[in-house]
Nanobody, 124 residues
């Protein structure tokens, strides 16, 4: 069993920054990737980015490239999503998820364990 817990959401003005935290615990031996997704009201869950555990390689959706950064603290089984220059269209519930599939899968159904989500609201 793998447990995923996100935190760090909140309300921020456009142009501001937030950092989300994802703590992964449990039987993580087979976990290969941590991904971040977001879902706005009435929209499908959208890939934001991912980090490969062993190598630290990161991948991003075009919509956030250059503004968002994923990093890791392996000692504490923690992944971070640093979000800068936030826009109102970034408003969504953000989810952290883990996958045992190699590479950086971008489809939600390729991830096995999900956190409860954290709300990010960007005001204009």
């Amino acid at each position: 069993q793998v447990h995923v817990v996100e935190s760090g959401g909140g309300l921020v003005q456009a142009g501001g920054s937030l950092r989300l935290t994802c703590v992964v615990s449990g039987h993580t031996r087979s976990t290969y990737t941590t991904g971040w997704f977001r879902q706005a009201p009435g929209k499908e869950r959208e890939f934001v980015g991912a980090i490969i555990w062993n190598f630290g390689h990161t991948y991003y959706a075009d919509s956030v490239k250059g503004r968002f950064t994923i990093s890791r603290d392996n000692a504490n089984h923690t992944k971070y999503l640093q979000m800068n220059t936030l826009k109102p269209e970034d408003t969504a519930v953000y989810y952290c998820a883990t996958s045992t599939r190699p590479g950086a899968p971008a489809r939600a159904d390729e991830y096995d364990n999900w956190g409860q989500g954290t709300q990010v609201t960007v005001s204009s």
